[in-house]
């Protein structure tokens, strides 16, 4: 498969205008020309991969033979060993050569904390992060996600993201890859918030990839996941604040109701805020449910993306 590198990404998604913000990313099109393709997070199949019933190596193919799906998301968590493993990722882009299947990002967890005040760590954790860069123009990728968390006052943090984001960028830019930045847990997950990091970091290499479902920015416990959510922003406004910086879109979906519908998220308001963003890359699915096994919950959040699809073309 040719290498698509991040310039002619840009290009087919409407090239930035000169000194545009990250919003002219993605073009203004026609009212009845709305249209983004379907891709595959490597999450939706976590309990095969964290078992070893699957392996990192097999996504590719599961992707095409099983979903008809021709773009993937990479999860580093299941291939942490891996970054530097030419062999491994020479083998995995033939895999997806081989299945006409388009790599598109990697989500990268692990690598400490980008967000801290403690300099010491903060430039470790952003060191940390460059082998997943290079893993990542090794593959193909436009782009990987990181995250933002957050801890102590909202203030550090905003200044310590923009930081980490600016030198990732700088990193990243020579080998054509993006940052991107999910709401994904503390203060990443307030709309506003992260859209303001991303406005100051004011970077065409940065940017956000809006997730539907991780709009918690302070638990009970002061934890990122386990503990009941105290203060949760808007995942409609989450959406629509995070839009004008988004290089990819990470469509989460739990339960459904016999119609095919999530039964917890809106999926066509969403996608009209989508729409209304001029976004036209592509939506991957994340699929979080325990109520169904993952094929089939996979196979659900393809049909209703389609529908949505199919809805407001």
Known sequence: MT???????LKGAGALAAGAALGGWWPARAADNFHFDISLAQWSLNKAFFDRSLSPLDFPAVARTS???GAI??????FMDKARDKAFLQDLKARAADHNVRSLLIMVDGEGDLSTVDETRRKQSVENHYKWVEAASELGCHSIRVNLHGAGSAEDWHRASVASLRELAEFSKPLDVAILVENHGGFSSHGAMLASVLKEADSAYCGSMPDFGNFCYQ???????????V???????????LMPYAGAVSAKAFRFDEAGNETDIDYLRI???IKAAGYSGYVGIEYEGHDLPADEGIRKTKALLERVRAQLA
């Open 67 to 69: 979903f008809d799906i």
């Open 3 to 9: 290498h698509i590198s991040r310039r002619q990404w």
């Open 231 to 241: 203060k949760q922003y808007d995942i409609y406004q989450g959406v629509a604040d």
């Open 73 to 78: 998301e990479y999860v580093n968590q299941f």
């Open 219 to 229: 638990r009970a416990s002061g934890d990122l996941w386990d503990s009941p959510c």
């Open 271 to 273: 996608f009209k805020l």
